[in-house]
T-cell receptor, first 113, second 114 residues
């Protein structure tokens, strides 16, 4: 069985400051991990994914995430927040074998001017 | 390349009715997955179709069903609607159903059950 825990339901930052969205996972298999972003009234868009290659993964819009197996974490970071980053972010784990991904409950990122 | 399209975008039904939602995947994609998104339960996996076969199914009652056509387009049906079925229904497509594949999501269908 697999699970995903997004440790913060809301994160509030000021524009230009760093962003950290935390995600811990558990999986019986060597997982693939994803971060998706959802803007209001829109579908989900892939930010980045880890599939057992490099542990530091770079994504779109300046986001990156580091896979840490020992800590079972896959935290999402960005050096400098932009107003357009305000959205809901989802961490997703997809185990080996059958494709049934598990989504975290989401973290709402609020960016203040 | 056109993205994933879902029709209709908004739907209002009453309890007891049935509804059919449609999803057109990205050209060349063979896997289509359906998700239900609600404020209370978050994003939950409904089922996945690959080459016209249901490959995986989430923990939803039999009122929720789906199918996939030879052109990979998919439909999802909910019978005997309940108030709790009000949700955003998202469809996602990927080239294959390997765990490493990226899913591309449509904008969703907002279903309101009165």
């Amino acid at each position: 069985a697999q699970s995903v825990t997004q440790l913060d339901s809301h994160v509030s930052v000021s524009e230009g400051t760093p962003v950290l969205l935390r995600c811990n996972y558990s999986s019986s298999y060597s997982p693939s991990l994803f971060w998706y972003v959802q803007h209001p009234n829109k579908g989900l868009q892939l930010l980045l994914k880890y599939t057992s290659a490099a542990t530091l993964v770079k994504g779109i819009n300046g986001f990156e995430a580091e896979f840490k197996k020992s800590e079972t974490s896959f935290h999402l970071t960005k050096p400098s927040a932009h107003m357009s980053d305000a959205a809901e972010y989802f961490c997703v784990v997809s185990p080996g074998g059958s494709y049934i991904p598990t989504f975290g409950r989401g973290t709402s990122l609020i960016v203040h001017p | 390349k056109a993205g994933v399209t879902q029709t209709p975008r908004y739907l209002i039904k009453t309890r007891g009715q049935q509804v059919t939602l449609s999803c057109s995947p990205i050209s060349g994609h063979r896997s289509v997955s359906w998700y239900q998104q609600t404020p209370g339960q978050g994003l939950q996996f409904l089922f996945e179709y690959f080459s016209e076969t249901q490959r995986n199914k989430g923990n939803f009652p039999g009122r929720f069903s789906g199918r996939q056509f030879s052109n990979s387009r998919s439909e999802m049906n909910v019978s005997t609607l309940e108030l709790g079925d009000s949700a955003l229904y998202l469809c996602a497509s990927s080239f294959d159903s390997d765990r490493t594949d990226t899913q591309y999501f449509g904008p969703g269908t907002r279903l309101t059950v009165l």
